[in-house]
């Protein structure tokens, strides 16, 4: 039995140690996004006011009152500081790229694309650091609260699912890839100044059709609408585990449902109606602080033994001591930690379920044109992949780290959403409950926002007149944002497992936007740019093998996955 003993989480807590260093040494360079106004009177100098859609929003970089050239905007000094300035702002712009950007989705079209300018930096674009940042902070989300079920639903072994998780985060990581390559390639038949390519141009390019770019819209109006159906599931579940659990407020307006349904209409759909999404800039780092909280007390909690079965009260027989969660009789029936089905080599076609939940965590492809076009005139596809590669390899830490703390500490028992195993007298996990809760709140009108844009697009694509026309009107806004609140709340309430949401969605979406549609762009723009006999596409060619594990995955995963949720 894997639970409780330190040495076997020595590497859990290395990894951890890494992942904490990764990200937070590109944290210095960047900070939230405020709103700026003419009335403005911050010692902080703008240094990138970017263009779209929504008002115009300013990133700030934090900076000492003495630095008077940066605080004037003056390039006064000599040539060395000047360029220290100019870099240092530079590495400011990342996170005003992606305000609009779900954490792990988050579609945009050309309409709506942030462009950033600064007239004070070259054209360089933002560092091989700042874009691995920002790529995995808007990847890692709740769908890490998620995997440790993946794996005690699955009954996968250890060995085998850790193999999985780092397998498919190199195969994400070489299709994210891809992406940039397809850009790159697109990028160079545009005319000189003519905007960045976004994925749905990627389609247009590859097909030579504008009619079937619906297909493109569709899978991003799909994907945000399930992962806003999971968020506002795991609002029920966090505030009731904290008010009927923590707090013992048993009335009917604690359950889940009726959270939802209060926090919906009380919270989420005030905060939809905001258009200018640059007051929530916070979130990115709001939503990084809960991700990195919760993977640290999960690891604390899978260490120092508080929910181990043991065998005895104390340590002093040689035995091993019961946890004090498991004593304090807090966690009752399914929630009390079981290994009877743990073990570490076994692997069958339940694994797929685990593939599923890991196949909704990995999705960052369709947003890959705007990370390409962050990099600006440095942007290629070998510094592309660099990032890829990085950002990746960064997620696999993360959420092997997180599925190996949660189901070590929980086994078989490990819950859709881990949170709710744990008691509701720790308070570490209440903290995390907390942190959740708010990321979830604020980062919602972001997942919203790229569902009602997918949701358009689609219309549009389609030309379903004049109900496109209809929904697209700016004064149909507050009916637009109420019936899709309605009916996400509504199949949040139905759906009271989010594992099972989170395991169907990476079946369908994940198998579509990670291994099919790249490599199937990435091959057919190869194809049209080089010629069938090219070298270049008969090497590109290999990338077509994705498609049949794709679709396999996507079939035999959602198969596993209704399975294991309702025949077992």
């Known amino acids: ?30 900070i939230g996004v405020v709103e700026a106004t003419s009335s403005s009177t911050s010692v902080m100098s703008p240094l990138v006011s970017s263009r779209s859609s929504f008002t115009k929003k300013t990133a700030f970089l934090p900076l000492s009152v003495t630095d008077t050239s940066v605080i004037t905007g003056s390039d006064s000094g000599t040539d060395d500081e000047n360029n220290n300035v100019r870099k240092k702002k530079k590495e400011a712009t990342a996170i005003v790229l992606f305000l609009s950007s779900l954490r792990g989705g988050g579609g945009r079209n050309k309409k709506n694309t942030v462009v950033v300018d600064d007239p004070h930096s070259s054209d360089d674009g933002a560092s091989i650091a700042t874009s691995v940042f920002n790529l995995a902070n808007n990847v890692a989300g709740a769908g890490i609260l998620t995997l440790a079920a993946g794996k005690a639903t699955s009954h996968t072994g250890w060995i085998p699912a850790l193999l999985i998780c780092v397998t498919l985060a ?8 891809l992406v940039g390559k397809s850009c790159e390639l697109l990028s160079e038949d545009l005319k000189k100044g003519a905007p960045s390519p976004q994925f749905k141009d990627l389609w247009e390019y590859a097909f030579q059709s504008k009619e079937s770019a619906w297909i493109v819209d569709s899978m991003v109006f799909t994907q945000c609408f399930f992962v806003s159906i999971i968020y506002t599931g795991l609002l029920g579940d966090v505030f009731s585990a904290l008010l009927r659990g923590t707090l013992g407020i048993e009335k009917w307006y604690t359950t ?59 340590t002093s027989d040689g035995g091993k001591a019961v946890g004090t969660f498991i004593l304090d009789g807090s ?12 073990t570490l080599w076994n692997c069958d076609f339940n694994a797929l379920v685990l593939i599923s939940n890991l196949g909704l965590a990995f999705i960052a492809h369709y947003n890959g044109p705007s990370y390409w076009k962050s990099l600006k005139t440095s ?48 308070k570490l996990a209440l903290l995390g409950r907390v942190a959740t809760g708010l990321s979830i709140i604020f980062g919602f009108p972001l997942i919203s926002n790229g569902c009602r844009e997918g949701f358009k697009n689609t219309l549009s694509s389609l030309q379903m007149q004049p109900f496109s026309t209809t929904v697209s009107n700016p004064h149909n806004h507050t ?55 090219s070298n270049e596409y008969k090497a590109a060619k290999k ?20 399975k294991n949720a309702f025949f077992v």
């Open 170 to 177: 190199s195969l994400s990581s070489h299709t994210f890839s």
């Open 479 to 533: 009916p637009l944002v109420m019936c899709l609140l309605l009916v996400t709340t509504s199949l949040s309430i139905v759906a009271k497992d989010i594992g099972l949401v989170a395991g169907l969605t990476g079946a369908i979406m994940g198998s579509s936007l990670v291994y099919i549609c790249p490599p199937l762009l990435y091959t057919k723009i190869i194809k049209r740019k080089y010629g069938v006999e």
């Open 256 to 314: 889940r449902t009726s959270l939802i349904v209060i926090a919906s209409t009380c919270l989420l759909f005030p905060l939809n109606l905001i258009r200018d999404l640059s007051s929530l800039g916070f979130t990115s780092i709001l939503g990084l602080l809960s991700v990195l909280y919760t993977v640290g007390f999960m690891v604390v909690r899978a260490w120092d033994g508080s929910y181990s079965l043991g065998s005895s009260i104390s």
């Open 379 to 426: 942007a290629t596809s070998k510094k592309f992949t660099t990032i890829s590669q990085y950002a990746y390899t960064i997620l696999a830490c993360i959420y092997v780290t997180t599925m190996s703390a949660g189901y070590a500490t929980f086994g078989d028992s490990s819950l859709g959403n881990i949170l709710l195993n744990y008691s509701s007298n720790d």
């Open 1 to 30: 039995m894997i639970c409780g003993t330190r040495h076997r989480y020595g590497v859990v807590g290395s990894l951890l140690m890494l992942v904490v260093a990764a990200v937070t040494t590109t944290t210095t360079s960047t």
């Open 331 to 342: 966690l009752t029936g399914s929630k009390v930690p079981s290994f009877t089905k743990s």
């Open 543 to 562: 990338n077509l093998l994705f498609i049949p594990f794709g679709v396999f995955t996507a079939c035999m995963g959602l198969l596993m996955t209704i």
